[in-house]
């Protein structure tokens, strides 16, 4: 069983953009999701397509189970069982520290909105945070892609950003 650790932080600034490489688009959607149920993902990321369940969070972590897929069978899923429930973003990998960081930058509904997120060996590892991160969110489920698929950034009230 694989196992996802993360952590979720807003951006301070733009300053991370100096060392970004990369930059990939990526179209996710969701499938409909009961409430005790797993988070089940397509993503098309580039030329390449995966298919992810993930359990709920405890802690930073929770079981994740990616498998690659035909781009064709992503798109026919997308279009079959995701409906509206899909986040569009750019994803940059941003080295800092001896840690890669992934950037995303998210399009449509949820333009404005920019998040970074490092990847850990364990919930309790620690790591040097860059000087263009922001507020941790890690534990506001409204910042998961899950939520933002069904109630996208740009619908937020500013107080609650």
Known sequence: ???EIERKFLLASDNWRAGAAGGVRILQGYFPRTPDG??????????????????????FARSEFEYAI??????????????ER????????VPF??????????????????TA???LDSPDASFVPPPWLGREVSGDRRYTNGSLSGNP???????VK
């Open 1 to 3: 069983m694989g196992v």
């Open 38 to 59: 797993p988070t089940v993902r397509v993503r098309i990321a580039g030329d390449r397509a995966f298919l992810t369940v993930k359990g709920a969070a405890k802690n």
């Open 70 to 83: 035909p781009v064709a069978d992503a798109e026919a899923m997308l279009r079959e069982f995701c409906g």
């Open 86 to 93: 899909l986040v569009e973003k750019v994803r940059y990998l």
């Open 97 to 114: 520290a001896g840690a890669t960081w992934e950037v995303d930058e998210y399009l449509g509904e949820n333009e404005g909105l920019l």
């Open 117 to 119: 997120e490092l990847e």
């Open 153 to 159: 950034y740009r619908h937020w009230a500013d107080t």
